[in-house]
């Protein structure tokens, strides 16, 4: 059996701590197998009755890169429109994506229809499907900051259109869109803390004990 020491734990915390949802990056190249081992990591996540629903697109063409980027830009003017007064100017000025600068797309979906893992565990919560993909988001997500690499999540999207975009099958439920590369900055607060948008709370605030 492998143990882990203190320092170990500690670090392992440190890399919790910095993990960021990144919108800035530097125009640097990803390096050829970087998307595909993080990919690697993130299959190693556990999943509903083994199910590995998780389904990567990995976004390359130029075209669909520019559609998506559209989409996200119509769909954030929708989302400015929602607020009004002080609230809605300092929405304008967030930086909300990084898809313009980012040099890795991967788009992440969750395949409801898939026989995998016999339907084990997902009788009573069939939604356990989508959450073992997220899970797996989460790995390649610390993943990726362990090795200086930022990953941002972009959710201001359509999933109809993305769906459109990428031609995937219709089953196949869209979980997520990331940009990957390497950040401009690295910080270890989240940027719209940063930007006073919200603050993080202690997790007192959201523990109940019974």
């Known amino acids: 059996m492998v143990e882990f020491d203190d320092t170990f734990r500690q670090h392992l915390r440190e890399l919790f701590v910095w993990r960021r949802d990144v919108r800035r990056f530097r125009s640097d ?15 190693l996540s556990p999943s509903v009755g083994l199910s590995q629903p998780w389904r990567f697109v990995i976004v390359g063409d130029g075209a669909r890169r ?21 609230r809605a100017a ?32 997902r009788a009573t919560m069939p939604e356990t499907t989508e959450y073992s993909v997220v899970a797996a988001i989460t790995a390649m997500w610390l993943a990726a900051r362990a090795e200086g690499i930022g990953l941002g999540w972009v959710s201001i999207l359509n999933p109809d259109r993305i769906h459109a975009i990428l031609d995937v ?7 997520a869109y990331l940009c990957i590369g390497y950040p401009e900055a690295e910080c270890d607060r989240p940027e719209l803390e940063q930007a006073k948008w919200e603050h993080r709370r202690s997790a007192d605030a959201f523990t109940l004990r019974r």
């Open 66 to 86: 520019q559609a998506v980027t559209d989409d996200f830009k119509a769909c954030n003017a929708d989302a400015l429109s929602c607020y009004s007064g002080e």
């Open 169 to 175: 099958p219709r089953s196949w439920k869209f979980i």
């Open 29 to 43: 190249p990803l390096p050829e197998d970087a998307i595909d081992r993080l990919i690697e990591t993130a299959c």
């Open 90 to 121: 300092r929405y304008a000025t967030l930086k909300l994506s990084g898809l313009e600068q980012a040099p890795g797309h991967l788009a992440v979906f969750a395949d409801k229809a898939s026989d995998i893992g016999h339907g084990l565990g």
